[in-house]
């Protein structure tokens, strides 16, 4: 493809972030500089410069094994990370194009490395920053999980795989005021959260929905996805009990549904909110997944690809929005269903959490989250909400 259209189509690209992303102009002149599709050279450049994420590594059965992240979500996470020229910047996971970005932001006064396990994902990283011209970004095989303490301390640390926990290295290797910008698990929910080291601790600045990657090596924990029904499916997290075969057996008989009185504008950013809310206040807490079959129906009506969900023993109870008109922009009807032997009482808890973060939480900030390494021995943490990872401590206080 000619030079001149690859650069129309980065033009279009950018436009389209821009019409849902706020960013500055730093990155918004790195996002027009890197050529994005030198980085895919298995697809096409129209492909390269859609917003979405493209595979870069398939299992013997053609299955997706990694995927780039979506170059919105890349302008999102560098937003939250806040680059300045000369930093040194580490980032963990190989995504090549972000690197180039990031190898863009800092200029030639600063440094980016780049550490990942997978050594055919590192030679491939390094093959296309290097045809691109970005050939000062270090790529090294290692893993993430202990960060790269040959070349820390780092000013920026950006994390491209979704994590369940926080290693101490990540903060051991971070300047005292530098950024870090991450997708944390918080149970069942994703969200890329931006950092900032305050002493020993962590504390969030910023809190983004976004998908990502699964991470690699040691620290990565699967996520536990439970098969329902046909189409139907729950994700949490391994360390919460999820037992599938009674939730199915549930899915199978009568069901409770109930209106919360909650309705929520479309696109406003709310649903996030609310979704975040309940995710920190149940214990159990993970992504209802539902789809339409061919030939088939499954016992949910879905109207958006996922919703919060929370289960017992045997008995599950999620969000539905039964009068979502999305198309129309038509308001959300929070609604609750629930299935099982106790879905009265869990389907009651669900719909009052939602009235809880109504009259409470909306239209309020988000969380502070707070990060305490397991490796000091803290007298006492603050009040809120915790969250036990093998390596920290994770405080979520909504003021």
């Not at 932001?105 to 045809?131: E, F, K, P």
């Not at 919703?307 to 922009?329: E, H, I, K, R």
């Not at 809880?356 to 989250?369: F, L, N, V």
Request: charged fraction near 20%.
């Amino acid at each position: 493809m000619p030079a001149g259209e690859a650069s129309w189509l980065r033009a279009a690209m950018v436009e389209q972030i821009l019409a849902v992303e706020q960013v500055s102009p730093a990155v918004e002149a790195a996002l027009r500089t890197v050529p994005r599709h030198l980085f895919f050279p298995e697809s096409s450049t129209e492909v390269a410069y859609e917003d979405s994420s493209v595979v870069t590594k398939r299992a013997f059965d053609g299955s997706a094994v990694r995927t780039a992240l979506r170059p919105s979500v890349a302008a999102a996470m560098l937003e939250q990370l806040r680059v300045e020229p000369g930093q040194r910047i580490l980032q963990v996971g190989c995504d090549g194009y972000t690197a180039g970005l990031l190898a863009e932001l800092v200029g030639s006064a600063g440094s980016v490395v780049m550490i990942d396990l997978d050594q055919d994902a590192v030679h491939r990283a390094r093959t296309c920053l290097n045809a691109a011209g970005y050939t000062g970004v270090a790529v090294l095989v290692s893993n993430g999980y202990f960060g790269f303490p040959l070349r820390a301390p780092f000013d920026r640390i950006l994390v491209t795989a979704k994590a369940t926990d926080i290693p101490p290295a990540y903060i051991d290797q971070l300047v005292d005021g530098g950024r870090i910008v991450l997708p944390l698990q918080i149970r069942g929910l994703s969200r890329s959260v931006g950092f900032c080291r305050v002493g020993e601790i962590l504390v969030s600045e910023s809190i983004r929905p976004c998908t990502f990657p699964r991470m690699h090596g040691a620290g990565a924990r699967q996520r536990a996805t439970a098969i329902l029904a046909a189409g139907v499916r729950l994700e949490a997290t391994v360390a919460q009990d999820v037992d599938a075969d009674a939730l199915r057996d549930a899915l199978l008989g009568p069901r409770h549904v109930l209106s919360t009185g909650v309705t929520l504008p479309p696109g406003d950013g709310l649903l996030a909110s609310l979704d975040l809310w309940l995710a920190t206040v149940r214990t159990t807490y993970g992504r209802l997944y539902a789809e339409q079959i061919a030939d088939q129906q499954t016992p949910l009506a879905p109207t958006i690809p996922s919703v919060s969900a929370v289960w017992s023993d045997d008995s599950l109870a999620s969000l539905t929005y039964p009068a979502a008109d999305t198309v129309n922009g038509a308001d959300l009807d929070v609604s609750v269903i629930a299935w099982g032997p106790d879905r009265f009482r869990l389907g009651d808890i669900l719909a009052y959490d939602v009235q809880i973060w109504d009259s409470q939480r909306r239209g309020g900030p988000d969380p502070t989250i707070r990060v305490y390494p397991s490796t000091i021995a803290w007298e006492s943490l603050p009040p809120g909400r915790l969250i036990d990872t093998p390596s920290a401590q994770i405080m979520i206080t909504w003021d």
